[in-house]
């Protein structure tokens, strides 16, 4: 695969970060090259939400080094990190409902033009540039103006995901894309995906979920507890023996068998 | 989809125009002015509210409140509340007048002061809810109290009355005072006078004289303050963090939006407005009272409610704002010229609340799809 | 949508039917009383009856008309707006003559005639150019009582002001003061429009200076708390009280022995005078000569069976 030919765009070493006298993350090491879908697996309270906030600068570590595109850097803010090219799309926070897609798309960045002393924000660019980057994503809108509030949930994943890969995300963080979707849509966001992948960003895909994780992953890495416990090939690891490092590797061996390995 | 692209994409153009139409926050507003105004056409036609002298009457009365809905529909629209207004604006007049009549300054000096000094705690007031989380109900409500008691506190200290006056006679000549408190378009008056349209005075020092001699300034900065809010709320780039703030202010804080810095602005600009609200008042009755803007935040709030905002933020239009504002004055003053007993007033702005409220449910869940 | 608007349509028809009953619109004459009040003031209740009546009685249209918050600018907008509607008369008080002199006068000089009542002075009534004025002057009827409570050997007070905002409530502070020949300093207190606020207000100031002689309230809204807060105190009868003012708990209070005089400055003739006055004037061209002092009068436990039944209607 092309994208072990490159070097890490992100790497976190070590990470640590203390809530007071909460551990939540004691030591988790990670790395997302370009072009590849790492997806980061963990059940709930596993610590996956801190670790991508600690990767999108909303948390600073305790202890530990992220180094970007090879060099030591310190987040100060979300910004900080957007700007550098690490783009978050968040589970329940991605989208305004009430406003237009296109305020949404541009949202935090809108394109102005200057007429005489006054700057007004450009909406024929901002529609055109709307509709064309969510046309590249699958979704025919029916018009700029529509408010998110009509679209789906994988449509308003989408919306998201477009605006982050427009805005030229090297790194791109999706916290539960599909959680909260049926089955079609979860479709559209993992082939959704698949696109920007081809793209050459590197995904960073978190989920509880292995099935989604193993149609578009291409390395897989588990967390339990705060900690890794290492990081996986695609093909080196079956569902299986993903389910179980998730659960720590003994409560869901009994209950699998009576479900019959579907979960 | 792509052979049959064209015709598709026709229908759904169609249904999407009906449909803009129809989610403008402004609709309730625009039925509702339309609405009240037949009412009035109707039943208060003849009786002096639609001659120079009546209109004029109730478009100063809706400018006064076109000028503290336009800050409140800003400040809504970005998810708070201001409940200080109407203290504010009697802080702000008892201000001016301790400064120009009690200390003597000059009253442009005055007025500066005072709008440097309530757009400071404008900012006070954003600088609190924000760093503290609290709901801007609560800080803004102790701000009514505290101001409200500073304007009675002051005057009584100072002068041993809650009335100051004499501002007319400190203001003449003044380069300041005529942009809150005069007059424009006095010629155009005195024209539509010498032709026989509008009465003119018959009696008195000003015999002869056009009774409507000019457009107060009230009204100049009632339509001002509403352009330009709603250029910089729907096209620019600030506007578009102003709804962001509002809609969803951790989304918005994410992808980077000065949530902080923008709600503060809009506390600022309320402040702001409630001032030239004041200044205007004062400089045209020339005394500041204690009691002055009672209940306005109040008044405020509803126009916006009316013209199609919703209480929680990230979505509302200046136009619809102006719009509430008047229908709210001309129904206050068109039922004293339809003879409507005063006290139901409270009646119809309360069956015009809850209209406008349901109306804007009604639109929201078009807008959301959720049904 | 077809339905919002529906709904506005009953509502509409709902709203015309009910102006039907106050809009009758009689023959005759129009006269418009504005006033100062907010809507929580009942003491104007009085003025209200006594419109009504000089209206009945000569078969003339009247409408009251007040700012609901007590708001002086939104008084003046009134006045304004009574001035488009081109009534034959405008009756109206003086509150703040910065704010409402400018309405007022354009409204004389429209060509209506103004009667000024209740607040306000003769002096300011002739400046404006309003055919006269009918009340009572505020800081005479002050110091007049404050010359009666000096008499019965008063020597310090406390001033319970509802209504802080306005000048002439003040007045009549400052009058009982001078009349007593002290500084009113700080025995004047802001108390607020609400009845339980004024009744701890005054517990408290009066347990702060227990040895105040007097107590003045200004009208009901001030009195009836107070003698609710002399009660609980164990100080009612013992304390020297006057009032500004009557109403039924007043009244009362007169007959108890609690409150030892109270200012009547008749509100009724306030209303029902200028109706009389403008209309007789409209209709005959007759106008009396000069002023008319509608108070002060000193109401005391003695002869006051008329004023007991009548209290709070027309007295």
């Keep these: 695969m092309s994208s072990f030919d490159h070097n890490p765009i992100v790497e976190m070493r070590n990470i640590e970060k203390h809530f007071g006298p909460v551990i939540a993350l004691n030591g988790v090491s990670f790395d997302i090259r370009p072009g590849e879908c790492h997806c980061l697996l963990g059940d709930n309270g596993a610590g996956k939400s801190t670790f991508i906030k600690t990767m999108s600068g909303v948390h600073k570590p305790t202890k530990g080094e992220i180094l970007f595109e090879g060099k030591r850097m310190d987040f100060a803010s979300p910004r900080d990190a957007m700007e550098a ?88 963080i999706l ?25 050459g960003i590197g995904v960073v895909f978190i989920t509880h979920n292995v099935r989604h994780a193993m149609a578009v992953g291409d390395r897989f890495t588990v967390l339990n507890r705060g900690k890794t416990l290492g990081t996986a090939q695609r093909g080196q690891i079956t569902p299986e023996e993903l389910q179980d490092l998730m659960a720590g590797g003994q409560e869901l061996v009994a209950l699998e068998g009576s479900l019959g390995g579907t979960v | 989809m792509s052979s049959t692209g064209a015709a598709v994409d026709e229908r759904i153009k169609e249904t999407s125009r009906l449909r803009k139409a129809l989610i403008r926050p402004e609709l309730g507003a625009i ?21 120079a002298q009546g209109v004029l009457n109730w478009s100063t ?6 000028i503290i809905a336009v800050g409140a529909c800003m400040l809504m629209i970005a998810g708070e509340f201001d409940l200080s207004v109407g203290s504010m604006i009697g802080f702000a007049g008892m201000s001016i007048a301790i400064f120009s009549v009690t200390l003597g300054w000059p009253v442009w000096l005055a007025i500066l002061l005072t709008f440097a000094i309530c757009i400071a705690i404008g900012a006070l007031n954003g600088v609190i809810v924000v760093r ?24 009584q200290l100072i002068e041993r009355r809650t009335i100051i006056g004499g501002i007319a006679e400190r203001a003449a000549g003044d380069w300041l005072a005529p942009v809150f408190g005069g007059k424009v378009g006095g010629f155009f008056f005195d024209w539509l006078a010498s032709q026989g349209l509008i009465a003119v005075f018959e009696r008195g020092n000003r015999m002869g004289e056009p009774i409507v001699n000019g457009i107060p300034m009230l009204i100049v ?33 994410y992808v980077g939006v000065p949530v902080a810095r923008v709600k503060i602005l809009m506390f600022m600009f309320t402040a702001f407005c409630a001032t030239v609200f004041a200044t205007c008042q004062v400089m045209e009755f020339g005394s500041a009272g204690a009691d002055r803007g009672l209940l306005k935040e109040f008044e405020a709030i509803i126009a916006v409610v009316i013209g199609g905002a919703l209480l929680t933020g990230g979505y509302g239009s200046v136009i619809g704002a102006a719009l509430g504002a008047l229908i709210f004055g001309v129904v206050q003053q068109g039922l004293f010229f339809a003879g409507v007993e005063s006290s139901l007033f409270r009646v119809f702005l309360g069956v015009i609340l809850l209209f406008a409220v349901i109306l804007n449910t009604y639109i929201r869940r078009i807008i959301t799809g959720e049904r | 949508m077809k339905a919002t608007l529906k709904k506005l349509a009953v509502s509409a028809v709902a709203v015309s039917a009910m102006m039907g009953g106050t809009a009758a619109i009689a023959e005759g004459e129009r006269y418009v009383l504005v006033s100062h009040a907010p809507d929580s003031d009942s003491w104007w209740n009085t003025i209200k009856n006594g419109l009504a009546l000089a209206g009945e009685q000569m078969n003339v249209t009247v409408e009251y008309r007040n700012p609901p918050t007590g708001d002086l600018a939104d008084m003046a907008r009134i006045i304004e707006q009574a001035a488009a509607s081109n009534p034959n008369g405008i009756i109206t008080t003086l509150a703040d003559p910065d704010v409402l002199s400018g309405p007022i006068s354009a409204a004389v000089d429209a060509g209506i005639d103004v009667i000024i009542i209740n607040s306000g002075t003769p002096d300011q009534a002739r400046a404006l150019g309003a055919l006269m004025y009918v009340g009572q002057p505020e800081y005479d009827a002050g110091f007049a009582a404050g010359q009666r409570a000096a008499g019965d050997g008063v020597t310090s007070f406390l001033c319970v002001n509802h209504y802080i905002s306005s000048p002439s409530s003040t007045e009549r502070c400052q009058g009982f003061a001078d009349g007593l020949g002290i500084d009113l300093g700080n025995q004047m207190i802001d108390s607020g429009q609400d ?66 005089w109270g200012i ?33 009068g000193f109401v005391t436990a003695d002869a006051l069976d008329l004023v007991a039944e009548l209290a709070g209607e027309y007295r």
């Design chain 1, 85 to 172: 090219g690490i783009a978050t799309v968040y589970q329940d926070l991605a989208m305004i409902p009430l406003m237009s897609v296109t305020r949404n798309f541009w949202m935090g960045r809108e394109p102005v033009k200057r007429v005489g002393p006054f700057s007004f924000m450009d909406f024929t660019k901002a529609n055109d540039v709307t509709m064309e980057e969510m046309r590249k994503m699958g979704i025919n809108l029916r018009s700029p103006d529509q408010a998110v509030g009509t679209l789906s949930g994988g449509e308003r994943q989408t919306v998201a995901i477009a605006r982050a890969v427009y805005f030229g995300a090297k790194v791109l």
């Design chain 1, 175 to 199: 916290d539960e894309p599909t959680s909260a979707l049926g089955v079609r849509q979860t479709a559209n966001v993992l082939s959704t995906i698949d696109k920007v992948r081809k793209t």
């Design chain 2, 31 to 51: 039925v509702g002015t339309f609405a009240v105004f037949l009412f009035f056409i109707i039943f208060a036609g003849d009786s002096g509210m639609f001659n």
């Design chain 2, 61 to 66: 009365v809706s400018a006064q409140f076109v």
């Design chain 2, 132 to 155: 503290t989380g609290l709901p801007s109900f609560i800080v803004t409500l102790a701000f009514l109290f505290i101001l409200r008691g500073f304007t009675i506190f002051f005057p």
């Design chain 2, 221 to 253: 900065w009632a339509l001002g303050l509403m352009v330009v809010a709603h250029i910089v709320l729907t096209r620019t780039r600030f506007g578009n963090w102003v709804f962001a703030a509002g809609g969803d202010a951790q989304a918005a804080r």
């Design chain 3, 195 to 260: 009845p339980s606020e004024i009744q701890n207000r005054v517990m408290a100031y009066l347990n702060a200076n227990p040895d105040t002689d007097a107590v003045l309230t200004l009208g009901p809204t001030s009195a009836d708390p107070t003698i609710l807060a002399l009660q609980q105190m164990g100080l009612a009868g013992d304390i020297y009280f006057g009032t500004f003012d009557l109403g039924g708990d007043i009244v009362q209070a007169i007959r108890d022995g609690v409150i030892q």
């Design chain 3, 264 to 296: 009547d400055q008749q509100p009724f003739l306030q209303a029902y005078l200028p109706v009389i006055v403008l209309t007789n004037y409209h209709r005959f061209g007759v106008l009396p000569g000069n002023n008319i002092n509608s108070g002060p």
